[in-house]
């Protein structure tokens, strides 16, 4: 787990999880329309742009100074941007008759919900505290939107973060989309 090390280097006293996979409205019978469907929204100009952009950047993931780069360019608003054109917003112009790409934005949505509910409570209870928030980069703009909204969160920039993090621990590659780092304060 890259959480925990970079947190205790970070002086963070503890590491919660704060995800749930739990969620999804799609009956066992509709998995493969469903995964059809999906596949069919991915096919599109913004999708194609990310992929490319992800391999270019993900060459040569292993040397730190290659990682950070990626990390630093896909906190970006401008990719942020390009994650809602190619996933979230071709989801919500998905046609199929069960509207699964609706769907999809809907399981979607609540799971950043119950992240962002999850960040909270875990602060709520140590008013002035930080937190360091690892999510993978699809979630950074809905996490940062919620967030945002709550009283006494302010959320501050990767940036010092990733460098203060290369100095403490390696940075290691992640499935698909690696990860995206957002650091909260309640003040």
């Known amino acids: ?19 749930d996979h739990s969620i999804s409205d799609v009956p066992l019978t509709q998995l493969d329309g469903y995964g059809k469907a999906l596949a069919k929204a991915w096919e599109n100009p913004a999708f194609a742009k990310r992929l490319k952009e992800y391999e270019s950047l993900s060459a040569d993931i292993d040397k730190p100074e290659k990682a950070l780069t990626l990390y630093r360019t896909i906190n970006q608003p401008s990719s942020i941007r390009l ?5 979230f917003g071709a989801m919500l112009d998905e046609l199929s008759p069960q509207q699964f790409g609706r769907l999809n934005v809907a399981t979607w949505e609540r799971r950043n919900l119950r992240m962002a509910s999850n960040i909270r409570e875990a602060m709520g209870n140590h008013p002035g505290s930080r937190a360091l928030v690892i999510v993978g980069y ?50």
């Not at 787990?1 to 995800?19: N, Q, T, W």
């Not at 290369?166 to 780092?181: D, E, G, M, N, T």
């Open 1 to 19: 787990m890259d959480a925990a090390p970079l947190a205790a280097a970070l002086g963070h006293e503890r590491v919660i999880s704060m995800d």
């Open 83 to 87: 994650v809602y054109e190619s996933d």
């Open 138 to 187: 699809s979630h950074k703009g809905y996490l940062e939107a919620y967030l945002n909204q709550i009283h006494g969160v302010r959320i501050v920039p990767v940036g010092p973060v990733l460098e203060q993090s290369r100095k403490i621990a390696p940075v290691r590659s992640h499935s698909y989309f690696p990860l995206a780092q957002s650091q909260t304060h309640c003040p």
